[in-house]
């Protein structure tokens, strides 16, 4: 899930160019990963790439938020409407005009971005968008990455292919009176044509319908295939993300082992030093010790030899005072 700050960014790839999505899904990535917030950085990398339609209504909110933002009150209003809050009929126009009009901006969006989209094929898109909560969300945060089948609050999506609509109703959900007149008169239309033979009219609005028919069951067998392609590109990008991402991580890890080995190293060579600097200040202390007693056995022999010294010299002052007492007239 993504983190909240991240909307607008993600809601800016979503509706910018589709050949600019994945270099800018990479570098919102990288972006991320370099400010340390890996789980929102895979979260991005694994972000799907949306189809054509669901590309230009991302457009739209890009271009219009506030023609989205309409869409989602007239929905809301609808719903409230359907659960006896309102008036049907009203809110079924108003979610009809926010619709078309939210196509319009889609398909001028689409053309700005230099990928033209048929506002006509936009309106069902719509539709089929305002009938799925969860797609309207991604819509309104401007990050819908495909289109889901069917229309909402009984709003038809698409024209149906020709023969739709021709097998029996569903068991327990009789017709309205309306509908069972309609579909008597055009029973009895139908006879009344196979009776006085085919209308060229006729033939040629079927020929048209199924015409049709056929155009929209190609247009979603051709978004199936592109969905199907997006899906396994987006599965292979994924994929490769996710291998840059473990490759990223166990670089990393190899660096911080090298440098905790570096600074163990360094840690040890400092304790080797610093053991060899112990020895050798002991081994300082030790001489200076030896050199200290040597100096005291030194000053002691000096010291004798000065006193051996001077008893010669007091001993030679006694004897020169006798001689010269000796050497001295007598006076008597």
């Keep these: 899930m993504l983190d909240e700050d991240l909307t607008e960014a993600v809601a800016e790839i979503y509706g910018g160019p589709p050949e600019a999505f994945v270099a800018a899904r990479k570098e919102l990535a990288a972006s991320l990963r370099k400010d340390k ?35 989602a009150d007239a929905a809301a209003a609808m719903a409230a409407a359907g659960d006896g809050g309102g008036d049907v009929r009203a809110a079924m126009a108003e979610l009809r005009d926010a619709a078309r009009e939210l196509a319009a901006v889609a398909a001028r969006a689409a053309a700005d971005g230099g990928h033209p989209v048929d506002a006509a094929d936009l309106g069902p898109v719509v539709l089929a968008v305002v009938g799925d909560p969860a797609a309207l969300d991604d819509l309104r945060a401007g990050r819908l990455v495909d289109v889901p089948a069917g229309g909402g609050f009984g709003l038809a999506p698409a024209a149906p292919p020709a023969g739709a609509g021709a097998g029996p109703e569903p068991a327990g ?31 040629t609005e079927r020929k048209d319908g199924a015409a049709t028919g056929r155009v929209s069951a190609a247009r979603r067998r051709l978004d199936r295939a592109r969905r199907e392609a997006d899906a396994a590109r987006e599965a292979a990008e994924a994929t490769a993300a996710a291998r840059a991402e473990a490759e990223a991580a166990a670089r990393d890890a190899e660096a911080k082992a090298r440098e905790a080995a570096r600074r163990a190293a360094d840690a040890e060579a400092r ?3 610093a053991e060899r600097a112990a020895r050798a200040a002991k081994e300082a202390r030790a001489e200076a010790e030896r050199a200290r007693i040597a100096a005291g ?36």
């Design 37 to 71: 917030r890996r789980e929102a950085a895979a979260a991005v990398a694994k972000l799907r790439k949306p189809t054509r339609f669901a590309w230009a209504l991302d457009a739209a909110r890009r271009q219009d938020p506030e023609a989205v933002a309409r869409l």
């Design 173 to 203: 959900e009789p017709r309205s009176a309306p509908a069972r007149t309609r579909t008597a008169k055009t029973a009895a239309g139908t006879a009344g044509a196979t009776k006085a033979g085919a209308d060229p009219r006729g033939r």
């Design 271 to 273: 304790q080797r030093e």
């Design 297 to 332: 056995k030194q000053l002691d022999r000096a010291r004798r030899k000065a006193a051996e010294a001077e008893s010669r010299r007091a001993e030679a002052d006694r004897v020169l005072t006798a001689a010269e007492s000796d050497a001295r007239p007598d006076a008597s």
